[in-house]
């Protein structure tokens, strides 16, 4: 392997504005389930939105991602059969008022949005021994979360709304989709313009979960350690900034 001295970033300062943005794209990102508009996405937008996601990390520069751009009526038929299916099955495993409010959320977008877009994990890409990944061998698997990630951010900076369907058989998602016995469906996403962006996550302003406090899930040296109670302290504002929607 050569030493080859790495090129360095020029100007590698942001402004203010641009934090500002970032946060702003962060805290306003939204998983979109009801609000798609059928208008078509335009090739250059996503282009920039995949190549977002193709710049994620990756642990041993892995790039384990692919992405399949379903676009097919009747291959989203299929696909959104098989989300009943398993939500149904999945509906009975709560109980009383639970399945009520669970059976009341609408939970994905299959047919509405304009594009779904499958992330998927290629488990054998670069061989079986790869650099950060020989004793945690789900790292691939964690590192095209962190494309997902990016392919979700990307596509708020471009007003565009993205969902992410879980609810699903993999075994059903990959026989539909064809996929190879190595490759792993992360992400099954629907993603389009929308009418609009609601102000808190859905699941927290229909009743279903609280976002936690972020100041109780930070501890020192290890699990369920001391806690810093003056970074608590500015943990606990940054959040109430964050949910006030003022600059951070």
């Not at 892995?62 to 009943?84: C, D, H, K, N, T």
């Not at 009418?195 to 109780?216: C, I, T, V, Y």
Request: glycine residues 8%; negative net charge; aromatic residues 6%.
């Amino acid at each position: 392997m050569t030493d080859r001295a790495a090129a360095i970033q020029g100007d590698d300062t942001l402004t203010e504005a641009d934090r500002q943005g970032l946060y702003r794209v962060l805290l306003s990102r939204r998983d979109v389930r009801g609000q798609f508009l059928p208008d078509p996405i335009p090739d250059e937008v996503l282009a920039r939105v995949l190549t977002a996601a193709h710049y994620a990390p990756s642990v041993g520069f892995m790039q384990p991602w692919s992405f399949i751009l379903v676009r097919s009526p009747e291959v989203r038929g299929r696909i959104r059969q098989a989300f009943a299916k398993a939500n149904d099955e999945a509906a009975e495993m709560f109980e009383g008022e639970a399945r009520a409010t669970y059976r009341s959320l609408k939970l994905e977008g299959i047919l509405e949005s304009p594009i779904n877009i499958c992330v998927t994990c290629d488990r054998d890409r670069v061989g079986p021994v790869v650099l950060g990944r020989t004793h945690i061998p789900t790292m691939d698997l964690y590192s095209t979360v962190c494309a997902v990630e990016n392919l979700w951010l990307a596509a708020r900076a471009e007003g565009l709304g993205l969902g992410w369907v879980s609810i699903i058989s993999e075994p059903a998602l990959k026989d539909i989709l064809g996929l190879p016995e190595r490759v792993v469906p992360v992400a099954y996403l629907c993603l389009g313009r929308v009418s609009h962006f609601f102000a808190q996550p859905e699941l927290e302003s229909k009743g279903w979960r609280k976002r936690l406090p972020l100041a109780d899930l930070v501890t020192l040296d290890r699990w369920e350690g001391e806690r810093d109670e003056a970074l608590g302290a500015e943990l606990a504002k940054a959040q109430a900034r964050a949910e006030g929607g003022a600059p951070m």
